[in-house]
């Protein structure tokens, strides 16, 4: 899952990210590497994907600060087997 998240930041952040490398404990915000608007890219990624449902009023954005938080938030938001 982080794997694929990570994918998906380096394509559609590509501009933002520039020769940087990023890994999945780069913080996206402070790098100005995601911005209010990406989160809302990266919001439907992750519905789409993954099948969650995440609603922006009900998290915080640190939340989504760094791929290894993001995978962490959608493995709380997945369906429980049962």
């Given at each position: 899952m982080e794997q694929t998240i990570l994918s998906f930041v380096r394509a559609q952040f590509k501009a933002s990210i520039g020769r940087a490398s990023?890994?999945?404990e780069?913080?996206?915000f402070s790098t100005g590497i995601v911005d209010?608007?990406?989160?809302?890219?990266?919001?439907?990624f992750l519905e789409?994907?993954?099948?969650?449902?995440?609603?922006?009023?009900?998290?915080?954005?640190?939340?989504?600060?760094t791929v290894a938080k993001i995978?962490?938030?959608?493995?709380?938001?997945?369906?429980?087997?049962?």
């Amino acid at each position: 899952m982080e794997q694929t998240i990570l994918s998906f930041v380096r394509a559609q952040f590509k501009a933002s990210i520039g020769r940087a490398s990023i890994g999945p404990e780069t913080p996206l915000f402070s790098t100005g590497i995601v911005d209010s608007f990406g989160v809302l890219e990266l919001i439907a990624f992750l519905e789409q994907t993954f099948g969650v449902e995440v609603d922006p009023a009900r998290h915080a954005l640190q939340e989504f600060d760094t791929v290894a938080k993001i995978a962490a938030l959608v493995a709380r938001l997945a369906p429980k087997a049962s």
